[in-house]
């Protein structure tokens, strides 16, 4: 009996030592569990979703990584921002302020830089533009978006976003904004000597030399290429025109007003149709999809402007569908020179400029070039007539080939 007792004792004192040590083993268990699921969970909160956001700098070498990882959750978003492109969700204002790196200026600075707004130099559909003398002695250009205006509203952040990261020397380069008293500004670089449009069609103004129109069409180019191919996402224009492409004090063309421009992946189909009358891609009123060679569609009527100085919006087209009935690619375009250009422009120059226009205004999208071959092409065609390559051109055939190769090659794309 007594040994019973004692095996008893025994058992239980083994029993509950057991059960301590299991109990322990299991509390460690789950304070290591605890401890390294816990920090799985918050890598889980600090890693930075799928889409992380590509920004570029300067808009020509370095690019930086932004994630929306940086970004508060609890952040409210505006009703501005509901439109914002995919890529572009998530950034919030601070955000989108340290991500452009551009100066952002008090409305009293603008208010005075302004003369209290009063030296008004233009007005679109996003608002007045007044011209501004800044106290370090700079001249900018400052938009105030229109309070009316919803699409103004949209623009203004779309515009920030967007110009606030690309930067090039074909661009109309946004260099500071301005948010406060519920008017939003942009301030832009000032074009001293106005619009191209301007410039085609205003009497007042001289006529525009052989030389300065081949100068523009490549500055543009230039800076379409940059938009398509340099930006990062790629940027479709969606409204080039004479009257946004601005001229500085030195005559080199830039583009301006990204107003209706849209990130090209996440805005391929709209609901309705954008741009402006005499320069929309039938191709895209048709199907509704924006792609980079609407941009190139667009760019093709601007060059049959600058060559005929003929209106976009006045039957310009209508004028380049004649001629073109008795012209082949490269010959029989010289009907269509400005008049006030008197006969001084190089004959074939303006043929090949005509030939590669009208490619650019080919119905069919794929037909048409892109904005990098365009670039090569019109870089060709404005060498001097005694550069090596150009008497090739003159004397060779085959290099004339080479050149429609060139603007041809790459049909597939869009
Ligand atoms: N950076 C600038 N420097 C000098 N003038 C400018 C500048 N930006 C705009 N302007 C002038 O202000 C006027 C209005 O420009 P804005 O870009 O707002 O509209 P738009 O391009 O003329 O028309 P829309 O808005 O319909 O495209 C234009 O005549 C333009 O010449």
Redesign the pocket.
């Known amino acids: 009996m007594r040994n019973f007792h004692l095996g008893l004792v025994l058992g239980i004192i083994i029993g509950v030592a057991i059960g301590v040590v299991s109990a322990m083993a299991v509390m460690s268990c789950i304070r290591y569990r605890r401890k390294h699921l816990g920090r799985s969970d918050d890598k889980e909160k600090v890693r930075p979703r799928a889409e992380e956001l590509l920004i570029r700098v300067d808009g020509q070498h370095s690019s930086t990584m932004l994630s929306d990882s940086n970004i508060s959750r609890d952040s409210p978003r505006t009703s501005e921002w509901s439109n914002m492109p995919q890529w572009l969700e998530g950034l919030k204002r601070k955000s989108v302020e340290s991500a452009c790196g551009i100066p952002k200026y008090s409305y009293k600075q603008l208010q005075k830089a302004t003369r209290n707004f009063t030296t008004n130099?233009?007005?679109?559909?996003?608002?007045?533009?007044y011209?501004a003398q800044m106290e370090t002695g700079q001249t900018?250009?400052v938009?105030v978006l229109a309070t009316d205006s919803n699409q103004g509203a949209m623009e203004f952040l779309t515009e920030v976003l967007l110009l606030g990261r690309l930067h090039h020397r074909n661009l109309?380069n946004l260099v500071g904004y301005g948010a406060e008293r519920g008017r939003h500004m942009l301030v832009?670089?000032?074009?001293?000597n106005?619009?191209l449009a301007?410039h085609l069609y205003n009497e007042g103004h001289e006529t525009l030399s052989w030389n300065s129109r081949l100068q523009i069409a490549l500055d543009v180019a230039r800076g379409l290429e940059y938009l398509h191919y340099g930006a990062v996402p790629p940027v479709v224009h969606r409204?080039i025109?004479s009257?946004?492409i601005?001229l500085d004090d030195s005559m080199k063309a830039r583009v301006?007003?990204f107003?209706i421009s849209r990130q090209e992946k996440s805005d391929l189909h709209s609901s309705d149709v954008k741009g402006?009358f005499g320069y929309v891609d039938p191709e895209y009123i048709s199907t509704l999809t924006f792609t980079r060679k609407s941009d190139v569609y667009s760019f093709g009527v601007l060059l049959f402007e600058i060559l005929s100085g003929k209106n976009a919006q006045k039957g310009l087209m209508e004028i380049v569908e004649f001629v073109a009935i008795g012209a082949a690619d490269d010959e029989g375009w010289e009907q269509i020179a400005d008049p006030r250009l008197d006969g001084k422009f190089d004959v074939q120059q303006l043929n090949y400029m005509a030939g590669l226009a009208y490619n650019c205004v080919n119905p069919v999208s794929r037909k048409r070039p892109s904005m990098r071959e365009i670039v090569l092409a019109l870089s060709e065609i404005r060498k001097p007539r005694n550069s090596e390559t150009y008497r090739a051109m003159a004397a060779d055939t085959t290099f004339e080939l080479d050149l429609k190769g060139t603007v041809g090659s790459s049909l597939t794309e869009r």
């Not at 130099?121 to 533009?129: C, Q, T, Y």
């Open positions: 130099i233009g007005e679109g559909a996003f608002g007045p533009v011209k900018l250009a938009k109309v832009y670089v000032y074009m001293s106005g619009s301007s409204d025109k009257s946004n601005l301006a007003d107003g402006t």
